[in-house]
C-alpha cells in the first residue's frame, strides 16, 4: 500500500530548476491522493510557466509511476500569481499585484530592449503584464512596441494604457512629440512619472515591468524610494565597465531594500551568421562573477543579435516577433527564473483580488 508520506517524499527531489527548490519545499505540492496502486498530485506554482507545465507533469509523472506499487498516476499543474512585498511604508498599486523594474548602471546595454522582451515573456507564460516607460529623457517603449498616438482619458485625470501584442503600456512618449526634448529638473521628473504610474489605468495586472532610466543618480533613488517595487533586475554585458556600474544599481536597490532577483547578461556572444564563428565582443563571464559576488541568481544570458535589434526597431519585438525562435525561448526562461525568484519572497497579505489560475492536465 503506497502511503502520502512517501509519495511526498518522492516528489521531494523532484527540483524546481526556477526556484532551486524541491515541490514539497516551495509548497508548490496542492494535494496528494493515494487509492491502491492510484495516485493524484496537484501542483500550483507561485509564477506564471505555462511554457513548462507540460514537461513538469511529465517529469513528476515519471517519479510517480517510479515509486513501487504506483500503477497509474495524474498530475495537474496550475499557476497561480500572488502579491508580494513591497518596500516599507510603501502602498502598493490598486490594480497592479507585482511592479518589477529593470535598471542598468549606465545606458547601451540593451536596458530597455531586455525590458520590453521579458515583459512578453512573462505574458506569453500566461500573466497579465503591463510595461511603465520610466525614462522621461529618452523613451523608447513606444517605439518598440510600435504604439502611436495620445492615450485616451474617460475624465480629464486619469489616463488609459495603450495596448499592443497584448501588452498595457504607458510612456511620456505618447504624450509628447517624438522629437520633443523634455528639458526638466529632476523634480518635474519624478512627479511625471509619478502621474504616469497613479493616474494609467491598469487593468489587473500580474506584474507592471517599469523600464527605469539608466544610471544610480538622485532621480533613480528617488523612483526607487517612490514607486513600490517587489523586485529588482538587473541589466548589464559582460565589460567590466559596464559590471561596475551595474554593480552601483545593485547597491542602490539593496538601501532601499527592494530585492535584486537576479542579472540578465545581454550581449554575451555574437555568433556570425555567415561562418558561425563565436566570439565574446563584450569580454566573457562578467555577469556571472557580480552573480556571485553579490550572491544574486544570474537569470541568463543574451546574445549580440542582429534580429533582436531589427525586431525592436520594427515595433514588434523579438518574443511576439518570433514566439518559438531560439532567442524568445531564452527570453521565456529569464521570465520564469525572475517571476520564480519573486515568488519565493514574502506575499503581500494587504491586497486580496483575484489570481490568473493557468491549468494543464
Known amino acids: 500500500m503506497v502511503s502520502e508520506a512517501v509519495v511526498r517524499a518522492a516528489l521531494q527531489q523532484v527540483v524546481d530548476p526556477h526556484t532551486g527548490e524541491g515541490l514539497t519545499a516551495q509548497t508548490a505540492l ?195 524610494q517612490r514607486v513600490p517595487v517587489s523586485g529588482a533586475v538587473i541589466v548589464t554585458t559582460p565589460q567590466d565597465i559596464a559590471t561596475l556600474d551595474a554593480r552601483k544599481a545593485l547597491q542602490m536597490f539593496a538601501k532601499v531594500e527592494v530585492p535584486v532577483l537576479g542579472i540578465v547578461e545581454n550581449m554575451a556572444v555574437h555568433v556570425c551568421s555567415n561562418c558561425g564563428h563565436a566570439e565574446h565582443v563584450f569580454g566573457a563571464g562578467g555577469g556571472e562573477r557580480m552573480a556571485a559576488q553579490y550572491d544574486v541568481p544570474l537569470l541568463g544570458a543574451l546574445p549580440l543579435d542582429i534580429q533582436i535589434r531589427e525586431q525592436a526597431d520594427s515595433g514588434t519585438p523579438t518574443v511576439a516577433a518570433d514566439p518559438d525562435s531560439p532567442l524568445s525561448l531564452a527570453y521565456r526562461d529569464i521570465a520564469r527564473r525572475t517571476a520564480a525568484r519573486l515568488s519565493l519572497q514574502a506575499r503581500n497579505k494587504a491586497i486580496a483580488f483575484p489570481n490568473i489560475v493557468i491549468q494543464d492536465s
Open 30 to 224: 496542492r494535494g496528494v491522493g493515494v487509492d491502491g496502486d492510484r495516485v493524484a498530485v496537484e501542483i500550483q506554482l507561485g509564477y506564471p510557466a505555462a511554457g513548462w507545465h507540460a514537461a513538469l507533469a511529465r517529469q513528476v509523472e515519471q517519479a510517480l509511476l517510479a515509486i513501487p506499487g504506483v500503477a497509474r498516476a495524474t498530475v495537474s499543474v496550475a499557476s497561480r500569481v500572488q502579491a508580494h512585498r513591497v518596500q516599507k511604508d510603501m502602498t502598493p498599486l490598486p490594480r497592479v499585484r507585482n511592479i518589477i523594474a529593470v535598471a542598468s548602471g549606465k545606458g547601451g546595454v540593451g536596458k530597455s530592449t531586455t525590458a520590453v522582451n521579458l515583459a512578453l515573456a512573462l505574458q506569453a507564460e500566461g500573466a497579465r503584464v503591463g510595461v511603465l516607460d520610466a525614462d522621461i529623457y529618452g523613451p523608447s517603449i513606444p517605439k518598440m512596441l510600435g504604439l502611436e498616438g495620445r492615450p485616451d482619458s474617460p475624465d480629464g485625470q486619469s489616463i488609459e494604457p495603450k495596448r499592443n501584442h497584448g501588452l498595457q503600456a504607458m510612456s511620456i512618449g505618447l504624450l509628447v512629440g517624438e522629437d520633443t526634448p523634455m528639458i526638466w529638473r529632476g523634480p518635474m521628473v519624478t512627479q511625471a512619472l509619478q502621474q504616469l504610474l497613479n493616474n494609467t489605468l491598469w487593468d489587473d495586472l500580474d506584474y507592471l515591468v517599469i523600464d527605469l532610466p539608466p544610471g544610480t543618480g538622485d532621480i533613480q533613488l528617488t523612483l526607487a
